[in-house]
C-alpha cells in the first residue's frame, strides 16, 4: 500500500553531519505521522523522532539539540538533519509513516534502512 525509500546514510567522521530523506508512495494513502528510528548492533529499535502532519515534533532525548525532523507534506517525505553526530549514533536507521488509506483501514510502513556510520 505505501513503500518507503530512504537515502543519504554514509559513513562520517564525529562532529559530522548528515541528512537522510525518506519518499513515501502509493495508490492513495493519507500519512499523519512520519518518523525515523535506529537500530544499533546488538540493541533492540528505538525512536529518534516523530512528526506529525501539523509540525508537532518529538524526540528521543539523546539527540535533542542535534537532531531535527521536517516534513513536506506535498513531496509525502520526511527529513532527518543530524547534525554533531557522534559514534554512538552509528546505527541502521530506518524510516515509517503511519496513515490511513482512503479506503479508510490504517497502516504502518517501514523502508528498508539505511547505514549510518560515525567513526574516525
Known amino acids: 500500500q505505501v513503500k518507503l525509500v530512504e537515502s543519504g546514510g554514509g559513513l562520517v567522521q564525529p562532529g559530522e553531519s548528515l541528512r537522510l530523506s525518506c519518499a513515501a508512495s502509493?495508490?492513495?494513502?493519507?500519512?499523519?505521522?512520519m518518523g525515523w528510528y535506529r537500530q544499533a548492533p546488538g540493541k533492540q529499535r528505538e525512536l529518534v523522532a516523530t512528526?506529525?502532519?501539523?509540525?508537532?515534533?518529538n524526540y528521543a532525548d539523546s539527540v535533542k539539540g542535534r537532531f531535527t525532523i521536517s516534513r513536506d507534506n506535498a513531496k509525502s517525505s520526511v527529513y532527518l538533519q543530524m547534525n554533531s553526530l557522534k559514534p554512538e549514533d552509528t546505527a541502521v536507521y530506518y524510516c515509517?509513516?503511519?496513515?490511513?488509506?482512503?479506503?479508510?483501514?490504517?497502516?504502518?510502513?517501514w523502508g528498508q534502512g539505511t547505514q549510518v556510520t560515525v567513526s574516525s
Open positions: 515509517n509513516a503511519h496513515g490511513r488509506s482512503t479506503g479508510g483501514s490504517d497502516f504502518s510502513s
Open positions: 502509493g495508490v492513495a494513502f493519507s500519512i499523519n505521522t
Open positions: 512528526i506529525t502532519k501539523s509540525g508537532s515534533t
